[in-house]
């Protein structure tokens, strides 16, 4: 049974604060690595993709991948209200997508 | 370019009876897939579509769902009977390939209420 898991949360940052969310996964195999946002009671929408080791950074947005260590995380900056929400980590597993189960994300003024 | 297009957002309908979900991809995605989504939950696959044939319905539940993706474009998905257990969202997402790379993007998704 491939795994995704992360913490529920919710994780509550002030505003302009970095928010870190973390992510393990189970299968080594394992080569592409996704978050997606998903505001209450909408669709998830990608923020991020990354396949490499290192860090991605996209704006106030940073994927963090360790393939050895099987964990991924999004680090977001300068943390705004708006950026209150679920995220969700997803990995590719031959060809399919298995998702966590997200982190809630608050951001307080 | 206009994104993936479902219908109708929202479905209520009481056990045993019958729906329908329409979801039309990205234009030139050749991979489509059904999710559903419980509340407090990841979206879970239920099938992918690559052009007009099924790659992966292993975890759709046959003996009521059954979907459907005709001339390689729009999809249709179906549960017939419905249970109380099927209240979710039903995503639907497409991606240009279904190579890992590729990325998936998600339409608005239909709610749907068994009561």
């Known amino acids: 049974q491939k795994e995704v898991e992360q913490n529920s949360g919710p994780l509550s940052v002030p505003e302009g604060a970095i928010a870190s969310l973390n992510c393990t996964y189970s299968d080594r195999v394992s080569q592409s690595f996704f978050w997606y946002r998903q505001y209450s009671g909408k669709s998830p929408e990608l923020i991020m993709s990354i396949y490499s080791n290192g860090d991605k950074e996209d704006g106030r947005f940073t994927a963090q991948l360790n393939k050895a260590s099987q964990y991924v995380s999004l680090l977001i900056r300068d943390s705004q209200p708006s950026d209150s929400a679920t995220y969700l980590c997803?990995?590719?597993?031959?060809?399919?997508?298995?998702f966590g189960t997200g982190t809630r994300l608050q951001v307080f003024p | 370019e206009a994104g993936v297009a479902q219908s109708p957002r929202y479905k209520i309908i009481e056990k045993r009876q019958s729906v329908a979900f329409w979801c039309n991809p990205i234009?030139?995605?050749?991979?489509l897939y059904w999710y559903q989504q419980i509340l407090g939950q990841g979206p879970k696959l239920l099938i992918q579509?690559?052009?007009?044939?099924?790659?992966?319905d292993s975890q759709l539940p046959k003996d009521r769902f059954s979907a459907e993706r005709l001339k390689g474009v729009d999809s249709t998905l179906k549960i017939q009977p419905a249970k109380l257990e099927d209240s979710a969202v039903y995503l639907c997402a497409s991606s240009l390939m279904i190579t890992s790379s590729y990325e998936q993007y998600f339409g608005p998704g239909t709610r749907l209420t068994v009561t």
């Open positions: 997803a990995v590719k597993y031959t060809d399919k997508l298995i």
């Open positions: 579509f690559q052009n007009n044939g099924v790659v992966d």
């Open positions: 234009s030139g995605h050749a991979t």
